[in-house]
């Protein structure tokens, strides 16, 4: 009988090309075709062999150029804690770790009654649920930045919605605009997709503003997305209407779009106010990202959401069908919480919100005021979201190299770990989150004035004389 092979093809999937010379179609079982190919059409079985003669299993390209650089520094990191002291975790942007910020019950009783009911067990379409897009429209829709189900893409956490963003909008060789310091993932995902990074200065001096002159000189034919995170992590800064208007400005004037990261959004302290920046746009497209995690105190649920606020069409249907071709990648955020997200959204009470942020509000100022008068240090007052970075001034401490040793050590001595803002791209500085229990954000300012007050060393008189 003569030698065939076979090439199989679903039918409408468009998954192979079909074989066109030499070969013999025939109908197999549920409609799938399977294409019959001669002989002599094929590679002979020996020659094939030959090529693969011993194991030879390689990490894809993708996977090298993976980097998460916090999980980087802090697992190059020797820490280990003062024995005779209780570890304080300062550095880990999880609202649930210390159990003392639950979410509300209004939140649980509506993934008990999305269970319960059954409905929400099998798969949903990769952009999610209708309903639940509808909702998620309904709750951020503004007169100034109007939104319908069609503008909503339900994904697995905020997370996987900046991934899809900086995938739809970038190839490999573009370059992307990245805060300074900002959240790691951008960069991780950016560089694992052959995508350029390049960073833009916020100025602490200025509450963490972007320096607007330096974003633009970074500017080229190249960049293709520029990432805005407002509230900021790590920064915990909340833009003006009149900063984010100059932000605007220049992407409009520069035809960039923007990818604006506001998981924080709304998670400001009283006497600022959040604007998202599609309520501010007039031709610049925006694709907003955001979820569950953090307002609602629930990160692990893991539902995000892309707003596509496509100003004057400029990002047309090429982009949108791009993210949904993207998001059939994976299936898309829990069928369980979309089923859950409209009584989530709708019902969940003001008195929650105002708790959250009166808490982490006072906690911000706890951790400023204690700090601010400890020598060589020069915390940052925060506006919003859920973090403080400190200064160091390190020719104060000369033991230390940097921020990363100067952390590490503060872990050795007094069991208290802030992550290193070297993790941020911003050396000499660190990041304390504002989530713990008051009696541990005092315990930790005390231990760490404790550190300071020992391995501070004024400068010399002739460094004093130098710098006159």
Known sequence: MENKSYVVEMNGNGVHEKIALNCVSAKGFNGIEIHHKSAK??????????????????????????????????DGMTLTPNPEKPMIALSIGDPTVFGNMPTDDKVLQAMKDAIDSHKYNGYAPSVGYQRSREVVANFYSCPEAPLEAEDVLLTSGCS??????????????????????????YKT?????????RLYNLLPEKSWEIDLQHLESLIDDRTSCLIVNNPSNPCGSVYSKEHLQDILSVASKRCLPILADEIYGDMVFPGCKYQSMASLSHDVPILACGGLAKRWLVPGWRLGWILIHDRNQNFGKEIRQGLVKLSQRILGACTIVQGAIESILNDTPQH??????????????????????????????????????VGIEMEHFPEFQDDVQFTERLVTEQSVFCLPATA?????????????????MVEACARIREFCQRHYRPRSQESNELDQ
Not at 162 to 185: E, M
């Open 41 to 74: 059409d094929t590679v002979h079985p020996a020659k094939l062999k030959s090529r693969r003669q011993r194991w030879n299993i390689r990490p894809s390209k993708m996977s090298i150029n993976t980097l998460n650089p916090i999980r980087s520094i802090v």
């Open 424 to 440: 941020f791209e911003y050396p000499n500085y660190f990041r304390i989150v504002v989530t713990v229990p008051e009696e541990m």
């Open 352 to 389: 929650f919100y105002q708790r959250t942020i009166h808490f982490l509000k006072s906690n911000s100022e706890i951790c400023f005021s204690e700090l601010s008068t400890v020598p060589g240090l020069t915390p940052v007052m925060p506006s919003g979201a859920m973090y403080l970075m």
């Open 160 to 185: 996987q919605a900046i991934d899809l963003a900086i995938t739809v909008l970038c190839n490999p060789g573009d370059t992307i605009l990245v805060p300074c310091p900002g959240f790691s993932l």
């Open 189 to 197: 995902l950016a560089v694992s997709l052959g995508i350029q990074v």
